[in-house]
């Protein structure tokens, strides 16, 4: 027995730091991580035009949405103006691409440039935070949406501008299907960035500023530095999900970038986890499902006498708002940490299934 014991022991075992920051701690998840995408490089070719757009929407709004868990989930700061840099973003890269930069170029250099304007508006938290940084970031939202309505030049004004497709060596990623691989090796790439950036030292000097600035800085860590820093990555995150939503809509508009637009993109990172990559996924996976769930129990009881009485076919837009502040709401009381807790609490669950404990 003891024998037995002592070749096949139980449990996992972590004998340095690189094996307790990795990004997969088994070899199971990986595998199951990589069978995950390789299923997701056929869904064009089984699914229609209505669940590509779904899933290349989720795409492109995780990866903006991943930026802001970064700032508001791993580093403790706040910013209700997040919108707007997925809006520069979009702008910037149409901007590149109508004075001659490829798309393909173009789309890198939308993010680096939102990442300049975006740590020019955290310049502020350095001395501020909370309700003060709150109230910072809200102005960088009105401001930017100004800019957005009178720079003609960069925008197209209150007209919005156009843009171009994706391509790549003369190949036009001018479908739904094709831009879906577009999206995703995006998202790939930019999810593994900041699950690396978490394992490093300065993914670690963010949370440490999160969980306790005093303590961060009395270890001789420079808050100015990493509180400016995250808002610059938060904005590249948000530039290239940006650009990507340019280039598919093939058209910018300077009112879809309101503050209800960064209210929603608090709502992903919270129903889905703060301080959570993958939860930032979840997040988005459920706030862009919400409205279509919600437009679907619509139409199932339009016609009927709960349609006549709520006439909810007249107020179906106003319904969508009021079912997604509600869920929010009810996240924070019931689930405050999120569906990435609730994730692993299933996976702990199975992982010791049929024994309790």
């Avoid at 809006?87 to 930069?101: I, N």
């Avoid at 501008?161 to 391509?167: D, G, K, L, Q, R």
């Avoid at 790439?189 to 949370?207: E, T």
Wanted: net charge neutral.
């Amino acid at each position: 027995m003891t024998a037995l014991s002592a070749m096949t022991p139980c449990g996992e075992f972590r004998t340095s730091y690189r094996q307790d920051t990795t990004i997969f701690p088994t070899a199971l998840s990986r595998n199951l991580m990589l069978a995950m995408v390789a299923v997701l490089c056929l869904v064009p070719l089984v699914a229609d035009r209505y669940i590509l757009d779904l899933m290349i929407r989720i795409g492109m709004l995780s990866i903006a949405a991943l930026g802001l868990n970064i700032l508001v989930g791993f580093t403790g700061q706040i910013s209700i103006g997040h919108a707007v840099f997925f809006g520069f973003g979009a702008f910037a890269s149409a901007w590149f691409v109508r004075h001659g930069v490829p798309v393909v170029a173009a789309i890198p250099l939308a993010g680096l440039a939102t990442t300049v304007v975006g740590m020019v508006f955290g310049l502020p938290a350095a001395r501020l935070k909370g309700l003060y940084l709150a109230i910072a970031t809200l102005a960088a939202q009105f401001i930017l949406e100004d800019f957005f309505a009178r720079a003609q030049w960069f925008t197209g004004g209150v007209a919005g501008t156009i843009t171009e497709y994706f391509s790549i060596f003369g190949f036009y990623f001018d479908t739904g299907e094709r831009y879906f691989y577009v999206v995703l090796a995006y998202m790939v790439v930019m999810y593994v960035m900041a699950w690396n950036l978490m394992r490093s030292r300065d993914g670690r000097a963010l949370v440490a500023i999160r969980d306790h600035y005093l303590s961060a800085e009395m270890m001789g860590i420079n808050l100015t530095k990493y509180r400016t820093l995250s808002f610059g990555i938060s904005s590249f995150y948000a530039g290239i999900g940006g650009a990507l939503y340019a280039h598919y809509l093939l058209f910018v508009s300077v009112e879809a970038f309101n503050i209800l637009f960064s209210i929603e993109f608090l709502g992903m990172i919270i129903i889905g986890g703060l301080g959570s990559v993958i939860g930032s996924l979840f997040g988005t996976i459920f706030m862009v499902m919400l409205p279509e769930v919600v437009q679907w129990g619509a139409d199932a009881l339009s016609g009927g006498w709960i349609d006549r009485t709520l006439r909810l076919s007249n107020s179906i837009s106003f319904l969508r708002e009021m079912v997604i502040g509600a869920v929010i709401i009810l996240f924070l009381i019931f689930e405050p940490d999120g569906l990435a807790h609730r994730w692993r609490m299933i996976k702990a669950y199975w992982k010791l299934y049929p024994f309790s404990h």
